[in-house]
């Protein structure tokens, strides 16, 4: 049981030992060492920030008590809370109010302010004391859903919790979402306001990439979690989940087929190989190109990949040609009747067309996959053509770059050439 400070300490153990009024109101994992700069920097940052902390870190708790101490020791201070959905907001907004009204901090709210703490509105979004003198009618803090409207709302702290999900991490419209949702709180903090983020990343491209000022602290850093209860927890769940949740890093989903990408070779290695080019149209595919040259049983490759029509790459394909001494480019013609074959021949290029009929799925896991452990990358190779193709999967959005691969592997792979371009129809 802790002794109660006498009235006078109230103020400086709530903006100096904030952890341990934590523990009196039950949370008794809360430290020193670590949660007390936690809660500090949510009561008293002056500047944006981002804490990220792994799953059971104790940092919903700490934002919990931060925003009930703002509640308390600023009450003029408006905050607007946020969380992915309306019922995540309510928890936290009930247990702010649940924690104010306990006898601890009524009895210190009497001892500070000498009046009774009287909640003039506490609602499953909002609550407001009469502790607040200031003629805002804003609430104290109100909670929302990330997908909630804000227009017209303004306070003086945004503070964000877990608007990042497992949604995130599997879907590229729920990340589009977020971000524009994330980027909108800049237009509702008041002149002088600050952001403040806690979380967990779920993808390399959600909304955590836009969050400023980030300190992160994983399973191992905080040492919360034990060795053998961290093994428990690691079986239990798929390793990329674990790695997101515990370690705060992104590895490859667990469906995927290409890890560990053996890159920075020497870039004369492809040079007088072939090339290929996976086209893109319009809408939100890319345009793949590739040189490949196979030396004994290795592949070596150079990369590039456009998130444009393939008609503005036209120019960088031949200078790459050049440079690669690509005797050949290959192009399907499935879909352009030979457009894009006759364009590349404008420039000078041979481009040589084939009828794609093999499943895309099994080309990419029959001849990619088969050659994935002597596929070198030379210098060179666009980092994101690597990435699509190590963050590929059946349900991936996005597969040019381990089309593009696959189908030039493909091309090597038979050592009798005429046959094989008989069997896919090369002309």
Known sequence: MFKLPQKYE???????EPYILGQMLGFKDLRRDLHNDWIRSIILSQKDFTLLAHRGSYKTTCLTIGLMINLILQPNITSIFLRKTDVDVKEVIMQIYKLCSSELMRHIVKSIYGVDLVFTTATAFALDTNLKTSNKGACQLTGLGIKTSITGKHADRVITDDIVNVKDRISGPEREATKLAYMELQNIRNRGGVIINTGTPWH????????PNISKYDCYYTKLITPKKLEEIKKSMTPSLFAANYEL??????DVIFDNPRINEDFKLVLNGIAHV???????????????????????VFGKMWHKHVDECLDEIA????????????????????????????????????RESQNKFLKITTYLKGAWENVLFVCGTDTNYIDQICDFNEYVEHDDAPDSLSSIIRRLYSKNTENFESVLGLI
Request: neutral net charge.
């Open 10 to 16: 109230y103020i400086d153990l709530m903006t100096d």
């Open 204 to 211: 390399k491209n959600d909304a955590i990439s836009l969050m």
């Open 249 to 254: 890093r992104h590895i490859a989903s667990d």
């Open 278 to 300: 996976d086209a893109a149209y319009g809408g939100e595919d890319y345009t793949a190109f590739t040189v490949c040259k196979k030396q004994d049983d290795k592949y070596y």
């Open 319 to 354: 200078m790459y040609i050049q440079e690669t001494r690509a005797s050949k480019i290959y192009c399907e013609n499935n879909g352009d009747k030979g457009y894009l074959a006759k364009e590349l021949r404008k420039k000078g290029l041979k481009a040589v067309t084939y």
